[in-house]
């Protein structure tokens, strides 16, 4: 293999490294987080898909303006 090649990112890190990746990946935790908290509350897995819902209702605006305020 050329030096070139060994350099060059593979696709794999170009997608874990942009911005976009690591959006979903902070999301994704922060949806996990919650599915643990409100299952602790229940108590039983409350399941992924309804985490995500109730996560979306009622966190991920103030989620996202958070990051924003953040990230500037």
Not at 45 to 67: C, M, N, P, V, Y
């Amino acid at each position: 293999m050329s030096d070139e090649m060994k350099e060059r990112p593979s696709g794999d890190d170009l997608l874990k490294n942009s911005s976009l990746y690591r959006e979903f990946q902070a999301e994704r935790e922060e949806i996990l987080k919650h599915k643990w908290i409100e299952s602790e509350k229940a108590g039983h897995d409350i399941g992924f898909e309804r985490a995500l819902t109730d996560w979306i209702i009622k966190h991920r605006a103030k989620w996202r303006k958070s990051q924003q305020t953040a990230n500037r």
